[in-house]
Structures are given as structure tokens and as C-alpha cells.
């Protein structure tokens, strides 16, 4: 990943809510945690870090946005402090990344507490594979360990206590070993009371189900009881010729079988007026097609203008343009199908528009990711593509012109920056 424009970090669009990391002690224990991946420390005297560790300003340092990601996989992780648990992940390969480390640091909480009073918590999420060659390493990886250390080694002496402590339970002339209680007195100064103190985190295993990965010009991997999902492009090495007898391959340049596999599995919510009339979903996905009509027709205007009135003016004097794109019509017509019948004929509407007027199914497993997937099929709404497929969106962005990224930002900034929460619920249905 290049150094983005200073446009995105100061309205917090990339690297925000990050946590500063600038007392010289946590600075110190984040070293300890270098020096055991084998990377030179950090000069800066602050920095900021995502939930898995990740700082832009180390990645911009040691220039090297992948030094806790060195193959794309058995993702690195540093642990300064719990609070870290309520950080974005900035960047990864796996969309997956996020929940996992939110799962272990919430089975964990008590030793992730006890551990960082003292010490810098460090290690990897393995999984079964060392390096992605093709998908088959992909779908080998099923479930992922975290490997979990500690610069101090406070996990290995409270390992060692507990052996000695159970030593003494059982074994009757135990006490008459005054080196071994003379060990267990100085381990339990690094270690305090471990009755007390869970110092050993309780669940290190855990399920690796959906997930995103960049890998191959980016992929998609959908899990359910009786089949597993590969979406990308087919020149991914192994597509379609790995585990066929479970796997079923689709081409993501294929709108007609990827719509069709997102409605047969009950993935996505169809166009009804339950959830479309008071979402606004359609006007702001017809919003967002003529503001992309309007770069495309006028490059070098200045976009900061553009208001819903100055859109409307637009349509009218630009009718040939926009009959002859046709998304802006289908929209329209669509919303006057849903409010006179109560839902839209989707096997009437081309593949490629289907994706206009469909979201995840809100309550569903796989809704963020699912809505990821949707927005690679309208490329034009950048607001979709921010909130679900950020690596997406950043890609999209470097082909912006000057006055289309001051554009995206303050579109961004007055609608889904005001209020995340509110705008995710009420277009996409999402309460978490």
C-alpha cells in the first residue's frame, strides 16, 4: 500500500479512531515486540496502532505497510492494552482479521488484562499454511491458533509456577525443596498471585468461516453446511480445479450466477417495500449514479456545488446522457414498480442492475461481507464501497481526480461521517 493523501487522514477517512501510543514505557514494550519478529525498533517518540498493533507511522518508517503481514497470512499481532479490542483494523488480508482478534481478546480479557499491566503480548495467528501459492491453500486453512508471547516471558514463568504449584499439591515432601520454593517466590514477583491472576489465555483456537482475502486480485470464500463458495476472478491459480466434488466456483465477472448464489442461500434481502420505501436506499444509489455521470461528462468541474437541486438540473439538461447510461431510469422505474406492487420482478431486471437495488439480509452471519461482495458490482456508489470494501475504495481513490477525491471527502463527511450508526441503520439495516 503506497502513502495516501493527506485529503483522507485529515478528515479521519483513513488510519482514524486509532490509539496514540506515546509513553516511553508502552513505546518500549511495542520494540521488545519488533525485536522478536526480527524488525529494527522504532526512533518515532509516537505513533498510533490499530486493534492488531498495525501503526501507519512504523509502516511508513521501516517502509514496509506489510512488517506484521510478511506473507499475507499468519497475520502478527502486539497487545500494549486491552482497550485495543475497540480499534478498527486498518490493514489486513483477511477480511476476517478484525473478528477473530475481537474474539480472542474477549474470550481472554482477564489474562490480556493481568498480561499487559506488565508486559507487551505478541505472537501470530497461524493457520496450516506458511505462504498462499493458489486457492487450495486458501481452503485449507479451516481453522486459525493464536501463538500468543510475551517479551518478559511473564506466559512462560506463569506456566512454569503453575507446574511447580501443582508439584506442591501433590507431591508430600515438596516443601522440603527449598530451591524449588525459592524459584516459585521469584517467579511469583513477575507473576503475582496466579489464583488470582489468569495469566494463560483460556481459547487460543478458533473458527475461520467467510472471509475477503486480497489474495489473487481479491477473493471471497462463503461457507455453508453443504458447500463452500469461491468467488474471484478465474484466473486465480487452482480456480475450479481445487476440491470440486465441495467446492463451487463462481467468476465474479458473472453478475447472473453471483446473484443467484446470494439469493438461493438466503444471503440478500430483495426489493420490497417493507425495507426500500423507508430506507431511501433507491434515491441514494440513483444519487450516486448521475454524481459519477457528472464526473464522467465534466472531469475538471468543481464538484463542491453539487447539491440535490444542482442535481436535478443536471438530469433534465443531460436526459440523452443519462437515458443512454440507463441506471438513473431502471432506478426510477423500479421505485414506481415497488410502491404500486410492493416489490420488483427482479428475473425481469438485467444481472448487472440486480445489484443496484438489493442489500445483505441485515440479521444474516455474513452481511458485511455480503455487502462487500455487492459493492463490486456498483462501483459507482463510493459510499458502499467506504463502509464495506475499504481496500476497494482506497484503490478507487488513487484513480480520483483532485476534484473528485475533494468531492468523495465531503460527500463521505456530510452523510456517513455525521452519524455511522444512524446511516447504517437506516440504508443497510445494520444495528451492529
Not at 3 to 14: A, F, S, V
Not at 62 to 77: H, I, K, M, Q
Not at 307 to 316: H, P, R, S
Not at 320 to 327: F, K, S
Request: aromatic share 10%.
Amino acid at each position: 500500500m503506497s502513502k495516501k493523501p493527506d485529503l483522507l487522514r485529515d478528515n479521519e477517512l483513513i488510519y482514524g479512531r486509532l490509539l496514540p501510543v506515546d509513553e516511553p514505557h508502552l513505546i518500549q514494550r511495542y520494540n521488545k515486540a519488533l525485536a522478536a519478529f526480527g524488525l529494527k525498533p522504532t526512533r518515532l517518540k509516537s505513533f498510533q496502532i490499530d486493534r492488531t498493533g498495525f501503526s501507519p507511522e512504523v509502516a511508513e518508517e521501516c517502509g514496509d505497510y506489510d512488517y506484521l503481514d510478511p506473507n499475507e497470512v499468519n497475520r502478527r499481532f502486539i497487545i500494549l492494552t486491552p482497550s485495543q479490542i475497540d480499534l478498527p483494523v486498518v490493514h489486513t488480508a483477511f477480511s476476517n482479521t478484525s473478528q477473530l482478534m475481537f474474539e480472542f481478546m474477549s474470550k481472554n480479557q482477564r489474562a490480556i488484562d493481568a498480561l499487559t499491566i506488565k508486559d507487551v503480548i505478541y505472537g501470530e495467528i497461524e493457520d496450516s499454511v506458511p505462504k498462499v501459492n493458489d486457492i487450495e491453500d486458501l481452503l485449507s486453512i479451516n481453522q486459525v491458533e493464536f501463538k500468543v508471547l510475551s517479551a518478559e516471558d511473564v506466559l512462560g514463568k506463569a506456566a512454569e509456577l503453575g507446574k511447580l504449584v501443582d508439584r506442591l499439591k501433590q507431591e508430600p515432601d515438596a516443601w522440603r525443596d527449598n530451591a524449588m520454593l525459592t524459584r516459585m517466590v521469584d517467579l511469583a514477583k513477575v507473576c503475582g498471585d496466579i489464583r488470582e491472576n489468569a495469566l494463560v489465555p483460556d481459547q487460543v483456537i478458533f473458527r475461520h468461516n467467510a472471509y475477503w482475502t486480497s489474495h489473487f486480485g481479491g477473493l471471497y470464500v462463503f461457507v455453508d453446511p453443504d458447500m463452500t463458495t469461491v468467488i474471484s476472478d478465474p484466473a486465480a491459480p487452482g480456480f475450479r480445479r481445487s476440491r470440486p466434488w465441495q467446492v463451487s466456483y463462481l467468476s465474479i465477472n458473472d453478475a447472473d450466477k453471483v446473484f443467484k448464489f446470494l439469493a438461493s442461500t438466503g444471503r440478500i434481502e430483495l426489493p420490497r417495500a417493507s425495507w426500500i420505501e423507508a430506507s431511501g436506499y433507491l434515491e441514494h444509489r440513483a444519487e450516486m449514479v448521475v454524481r459519477a455521470l457528472i464526473r464522467d461528462a465534466e472531469p475538471n468541474r468543481n464538484l463542491t456545488d453539487v447539491d440535490k437541486v444542482l442535481l436535478q438540473t443536471w438530469i433534465q439538461s443531460h436526459a440523452d446522457l443519462i437515458t443512454r447510461d440507463g441506471n438513473f431510469p431502471f432506478l426510477n422505474a423500479a421505485k414506481r414498480e415497488i410502491a404500486q406492487l410492493g416489490h420488483l420482478k427482479i428475473e425481469d431486471v438485467f444481472p448487472q442492475q440486480r445489484f443496484l437495488v438489493i442489500r445483505a439480509k441485515p440479521d444474516h452471519p455474513d452481511a458485511w461481507l455480503t455487502n462487500r461482495l455487492i459493492s463490486d458490482f456498483v462501483p459507482t456508489d463510493f459510499v458502499s464501497r467506504y463502509i464495506f470494501n475499504k481496500q476497494g475504495f482506497y484503490k478507487d481513490y488513487e484513480g480520483f481526480s483532485d476534484a473528485w477525491r475533494s468531492h468523495v471527502v465531503d460527500v463521505l463527511k456530510t452523510t456517513y461521517l455525521k452519524d455511522k450508526v444512524a446511516f447504517r441503520t437506516r440504508l443497510y439495516g445494520l444495528t451492529d
